[in-house]
């Protein structure tokens, strides 16, 4: 069973930084890619980040230019998230995309106040 374990999250205020760390426990066999997604309660998950095993990572227009992925190992990714804004408030999601199937990791939160 494939285990991705979040950590980083936690309360900063508004134009500070928060880095996220996605690591996955077990091998995942066919990864296609990582990506990170973001959920508010009472509204849809949204996509925020994802990078492919060998290429460049792609962005929300959300957080363009404010958020960096990035491979740290072959197991672990990182989120590096600058100029934080009160909407980017929500729970972060590490989600692995394989051709087995999709795995998400528990979530992290991330406060940001104002």
């Known amino acids: 069973q494939v285990q991705l374990v979040e950590s980083g999250g936690g309360l900063v205020q508004t134009g500070g930084s928060l880095t996220l760390s996605c690591k996955a426990e077990?091998?995942?066999?066919?990864?296609?890619?990582m990506e990170w997604y973001r959920q508010v309660p009472g509204r849809q998950r949204e996509f925020v980040a994802s990078?492919?095993?060998?290429?460049?990572p792609n962005y929300a227009d959300s957080v363009l230019s404010r958020f960096t992925m990035y491979w740290q190992s072959s197991s672990t990714v990182i989120l590096q998230m600058n100029s934080l804004k009160a909407e980017d408030t929500a729970v972060y999601y590490c989600?692995?995309?394989?051709?087995?199937?999709?795995?998400w990791g528990q979530g992290t939160q991330v406060t940001v106040s104002s």
């Open positions: 077990t091998y995942i066999y066919s990864l296609n890619a």
């Open positions: 990078i492919p095993k060998a290429g460049a």
């Open positions: 989600k692995a995309n394989s051709r087995k199937g999709d795995y």
